[in-house]
């Protein structure tokens, strides 16, 4: 294993490179597949039938509560590659652990939002509307999920195994992963939700 | 403490809290749907591309040619079903 030591450690390796070069393309796919969701639901978001509609269930302080906290969360978890990129371990893993704390507590307000829903008699086989919403968000969700998981066990690898070019490829794998997690958040806010309550 | 915290990546947080809180206005004040869209549009991919730079680094590396071509084939795709399907399934076109 050659380790070029003018690259960061995420780098330093030509496994190294191609990891990360293959996740990129990984995003791409999950870009068109989150454009489909979108498809699906512009297509029927004015068919509620005799349920609710996106104007009398969407309410803005959870969705403030959600935009912040993950917005925060993508910030959090640049800074810990950063000081991964300085070597400071466990300022690294301090912000990893600040950003999955912050995913927590993005999950938490869409699962209270989601009973909220339900209550309101909005649930998954209520109209085309609820549908495509609750399919639409609940890939988003069901992605944050999977990097709670994910994150935790890499900052458990990194605790134990150290900073290698093997856990710091893989840490700087998931922040991309976080970061595109973001970016779909903008959009599922700005065409979702703000359009909805327009 | 100091040098954990780069202006780059601190200025992109405030760049991203601003565009938010534009993209707000369209709740917040009356306006009109096409304007409402329009801000939305700008703002929305104005904060995608920031991500994509200051917080991915999409371009730092030898292969950033190849993120940012594969990236762009994606958002094009993404952009032809959503649109393409608005043409024909709601503006009857």
Redesign the interface.
């Known amino acids: 294993m050659h380790i070029d030591n003018s ?1 960061p450690l995420e ?1 330093s390796t030509q496994q190294n ?1 191609l990891n ?2 293959g996740f ?2 990984f ?3 999950e ?2 597949l ?3 969701l ?2 699906a639901y ?2 029927l978001a004015d068919r509620a039938g005799s349920g609710p509609t996106s104007a009398e269930i969407f309410e ?1 302080t959870p969705v ?1 509560i959600e ?2 906290v993950l ?2 969360s ?2 959090t ?3 810990g590659v ?2 991964m990129r ?1 070597g ?1 371990k466990n ?1 690294m893993m301090a912000f990893f652990g600040i950003t999955l704390l912050l995913g927590l507590g993005f999950l938490v307000t869409e699962i209270l939002e989601f009973m909220t829903y339900y209550h309101e008699g909005a649930t998954y086989q209520t109209s085309a509307f609820t549908s495509a919403l609750m399919t639409t968000l609940g890939t988003h969700g069901g992605h944050v999920t999977l990097g709670l998981f994910w994150g935790t066990f890499i900052i458990l690898q990194v605790k134990k195994r150290g900073l290698t070019p093997g856990t710091a490829n893989k840490a700087f794998i998931f ?2 992963y976080w ?2 997690l ?2 779909v958040w ?2 599922i ?3 979702i939700y ?2 909805g ?2 | 403490m100091k040098e954990l915290f780069p202006a780059k990546q601190v200025m992109g947080f405030v760049a991203s809290l601003v565009l938010t809180v534009v993209a707000l206005l369209v709740y917040y004040t009356d306006m009109s749907f096409t304007v409402g869209m329009t801000i939305l549009l700008a703002t929305a991919f104005i904060q995608a591309f920031l991500q994509l730079v200051v917080f991915m680094h999409a371009g730092e590396s030898k292969d950033g040619n190849s993120i940012y071509t594969n990236i762009l084939y994606a958002v094009f795709i993404a952009v032809v079903t959503v649109f393409g399907s608005l043409l024909i399934l709601l503006w009857d076109m």
């Open positions: 690259q780098y490179q990360i070069l990129w393309i995003l791409g796919a870009i068109m989150f454009a489909t979108f498809t512009f297509t803005i403030l935009t912040f917005l925060t993508s910030f978890i640049g800074l950063h000081a300085l400071r300022a922040s991309l970061h595109f973001d970016v903008i959009f806010f700005s065409f703000l359009k309550m327009m």
